[in-house]
């Protein structure tokens, strides 16, 4: 799309600002107005110190090298944004923006909801797996970046990230290179590896920069980061190894070694990157290699990694299909045009669809633009509205006064029927407390029915053991409940209450109500056999255990039971009654199955006992409130 107003790229890289003013061309081209670069030093990649000094530095640009437009596009420093390729299954184009955010969460190093964050698409291998490539930033250090610019009066349209706009850049000025193409970007205090072939792209960051041999050569010659980085770009140089006569300078010499150092590990890094792009991206060997950022431009830079890759080195012109208009001094941004990959890139977002396209302009900036735009058609209607209430003052002034005398009346209407309305309050809360009521009342119905149902499930339950277990060894068997409590509900017990009304009982059914509920000795039926008369009963007047929980003392949840049953004096037969029973129990709804349990050992009884007990814990799965 052809603009016919300028627009700016601006970098706002770790050790250096750079922006460029561009204009568009009939074929979706760049034409290069001006051009403008300045150092940020030490504080530029030092979040503390780099708000106020980016703020600084892009006032004064703007009007030191005469920039006339205000519009825009940003790109945030490298070392502050993540990136991460990521491989995604073949799945319905509806769900790949869910799993993409699910891969963000996985992926991204800090929350996702303090993150402005973007993804593209570039792709998809030979197995049908998507290509993507994630980017993120903290939102706070983006708001920060484009608080910057707008405080400089600027409006910009994207946030881009570097790997992004190097890859547009490169496309654009590159487009006709055959194989794969290897760019290294050195930065201030990261760098990126791209490779490149016809339809690939891969991008890694390393956290390798130039300002790590600054910062080594000033430990090592005691000198201050800005002295060290002036002496750097003016005296130093790559020292390319081997045996070769130092420089007479001990300073030089010094930076030309730690250069190599700090290159070297960068080239380890540049070489594990190509090896994972040939087997895991199933990409191919670079043929040559591009050289651009900040740090490529120190002396013998392109020999080394010449030297070390073994291939063709040379420096990425971000400017080869750009057009120069004539005041652009040419010499001039040929010491620094490898500098602006970024800013091209950036420039490219404003005339064409690009091969890569992210922005991570915060959602609370884009409010902002949007409300500022607003704000001429705002005035504009407050000004109309202003002239529209002058114009109808006279007749709001005469409406009022008939809005008074209504008032006046229907306030006269409405005395007699507050009165009523406070009448029909007080009924409305009769009828409340009413129906309260009557569902207390239905509760307790519903719980005189509940706990019939509890004792009967526990009978049927006992009886069909009695009747499988006949039916297996062809005797008699019978099952009958000896003791039953809850550890849980604190109520009185049938005697010990009366003496002393204070102590806390467990519940305890006595052998009346067993009888009555035919659940305990007193009334088997069906195929049970008769118990003996000598088996022992629970003793009403003894002091029960203190129940184990100490949350509510009103409800009933765990019934804990000790089951009698008649001694078929195989061991082996008497062990299979409990886990009967067990099993019965966890099949009957009432009863939660995953809390019924046996609850102790199986007594040890020999021929001549006519009955053995052990022990069952039940749980309830609605407690019975008391």
Not at 60 to 77: D, I, K, V, W, Y
């Amino acid at each position: 799309m052809l603009k016919s107003k300028s627009f700016l790229g601006v970098d706002c890289g770790a050790g250096s600002l750079k922006i460029a003013e561009f204009a568009a061309t009939a074929q979706s081209g760049l034409r290069l107005l001006r051009f403008g670069i300045k150092p940020l030093g030490l504080a530029g990649s030092q979040d503390a110190a780099r708000d106020a000094v980016v703020k600084k530095n892009l006032g004064e640009m703007l009007g030191e090298f005469g920039f006339l437009s205000r519009t825009g596009n940003l790109c945030a420093p490298g070392y502050q944004v993540f990136s991460k390729f990521v491989k995604l299954p073949p799945v319905d184009t509806s769900k790949v923006t869910q799993i993409i955010q699910y891969e963000a969460q996985q992926n991204v190093p800090f929350p996702l909801a303090e993150t402005a964050w973007d993804y593209q698409i570039l792709g998809s291998a030979p197995g049908g797996e998507l290509e993507v490539l994630l980017v993120a930033i903290k939102s706070d250090l983006v708001e920060k970046l484009v608080g910057a610019g707008e405080s400089a009066g600027l409006k910009m349209t994207v946030v881009d990230a570097s790997v992004g706009a190097l890859a547009n850049a490169f496309r654009f000025n590159y487009a006709d290179q055959e194989g794969c193409s290897l760019l290294i970007d050195i930065g201030a205090k990261t760098s990126n590896v791209l490779l490149f072939e016809a339809n690939k792209y891969y991008s890694r960051s390393i956290t390798i920069g130039a300002n790590a041999i600054t910062q080594e050569f000033a430990a090592e010659a005691k000198l201050r980061f800005d002295d060290a980085e002036k002496f750097k770009l003016a005296n130093g140089f790559v020292s390319l190894g081997g045996a070769y006569e130092e420089p007479e300078d001990p300073r030089q010499a010094a930076v030309s070694k730690v250069a190599r150092n700090v290159l070297t590990r960068l080239h380890l890094q540049v070489n594990q990157t190509i090896q994972f792009y040939r087997t895991s991206q199933g990409g191919a060997a670079p043929v040559r290699v591009y050289l651009c950022g900040g740090g490529s431009g120190m002396a013998y830079a392109a020999e080394f990694f010449q030297e070390k890759l073994n291939l063709p080195v040379e420096f990425f012109n971000p400017f080869r299909n750009v057009e120069l208009d004539p005041t652009v001094p040419v010499q001039e941004l040929e010491k620094v045009a490898q500098c602006f990959g970024e800013v091209v890139g950036l420039a490219l977002r404003s005339v064409a669809r690009c091969p890569v396209e992210f922005n991570l302009m915060p959602k609370a900036s884009l409010a902002r633009q949007e409300f500022a735009a607003k704000k001429p058609y705002l005035l504009a209607a407050s000004y109309a509205l202003a002239a529209g209430v002058g114009a109808v003052g006279l007749l709001f002034a005469k409406v009022g006064d008939v809005y008074v005398q209504s008032t006046a009346k229907t306030v006269e209407k409405l005395t007699p029927l507050e009165a009523k309305k406070t009448q029909l309050d007080a009924e409305q809360a009769k009828l409340n407390r009413a129906a309260s009521e009557a569902k207390q009342l239905g509760d307790w119905l519903d719980s005189r029915t509940y706990w019939p149902a509890i004792l009967t499930s526990l009978r049927q339950s006992m009886l069909a053991v009695e009747e499988n277990m006949q039916q297996k060894h062809g005797v008699p068997v019978g099952v009958w409940i000896d003791v039953l409590l809850s550890t849980d509900a604190t109520v009185a017990a049938p005697s010990a209450a009366a003496e002393d009304d204070s102590a806390p009982k467990s519940f305890y059914m006595s052998p009346e109500m067993m009888k009555r509920y035919r659940i305990g000795p007193y009334a088997m039926g069906g195929t049970g056999a008769t118990p003996d008369a000598a088996a022992p009963t629970p003793d009403a007047s003894a002091p029960a255990e203190k129940p184990k929980s100490s949350g509510s003392t009103n409800e009933l949840s765990t019934l804990r039971l000790t089951i009698r049953a008649v001694n078929l004096k195989i061991k082996e037969r008497n062990a299979e009654i409990p886990y009967e029973l067990v099993k019965e129990l966890k099949l009957n709804p009432l009863f939660d199955a995953n809390e019924t349990q046996l609850n102790g050992n199986l007594e040890t009884v020999d021929d001549n006992t006519p009955t053995f007990t052990f022990p069952i814990s039940l749980k309830l799965k609605r407690p019975i409130k008391l």
